[in-house]
């Protein structure tokens, strides 16, 4: 259950929902509590619905067919949009996941339907790291931008840098 609270907490910032916890509506679909529908009312009064699979502690092929199933029949009813959400460990946990899921499925229309969900899905990481420290070994990957006095002894406003996956995966 700790899982679907810090993934609750994720969606509420993230997704600019109120956090009013009367506001919130949780339920779970399936007996072995891998599938949540959540309903919430982001900051323009609208209702937003989620549909969530847990991932993170159990991943069986059938919880992801039934998560696809409900999906697309709470999608196919009028006047509703769910959105796909799903919690994974982290994201080497998410790759091998929908590797496996791939291997599984045998016809192209079902490969197609787990790339769709995929590709429109948001991804919630159990074991993520806040923050992270950069060394910067080459001052030509990264630029200041500093205040008007443009000197570079007042304060500094922002960095950006050039930086591959794979050296943020690594930290």
């Known amino acids: 259950m700790d899982e679907l609270n810090y993934a609750i907490d994720m969606l509420v910032e993230r997704q600019g929902l109120l956090s009013d916890y009367g506001s919130i509506n949780l339920s779970s679909l399936n007996d072995n509590n891998t599938l949540y529908e959540f309903e919430a009312i982001n900051d323009m009064s609208d209702i937003e619905r989620y549909l969530i699979y847990n991932a993170s502690k159990k991943q069986d092929i059938e919880d992801y067919l039934k998560f696809e199933r409900d999906l697309?029949?709470?999608?196919?009813?009028?006047?509703?949009?769910?959105?796909?959400?799903?919690?994974?460990?982290?994201?080497?946990?998410?790759?091998?996941?929908y590797q496996?899921?791939?291997?599984?499925?045998?016809?192209?229309?079902?490969?197609?339907?787990?790339?769709?969900?995929?590709?429109?899905?948001?991804?919630?990481?159990?074991?993520?790291?806040?923050?992270?420290?950069?060394n910067i070994d080459d001052e030509t990957n990264y630029v200041e931008y500093l205040d008007g006095?443009?000197?570079y002894t007042s304060d500094v406003k922002g960095y950006i840098y050039n930086i591959s996956f794979f050296v943020l995966k690594t930290y």
């Open 72 to 97: 697309n029949d709470k999608n196919s009813a009028l006047d509703m949009f769910f959105i796909p959400v799903i919690i994974f460990n982290n994201w080497d946990d998410e790759m091998n996941f």
């Open 100 to 134: 496996s899921i791939f291997d599984n499925l045998k016809t192209a229309k079902e490969r197609r339907r787990l790339k769709d969900i995929f590709a429109s899905k948001i991804s919630i990481y159990m074991e993520l790291n806040q923050k992270i420290s950069l």
């Open 149 to 151: 006095k443009n000197s």
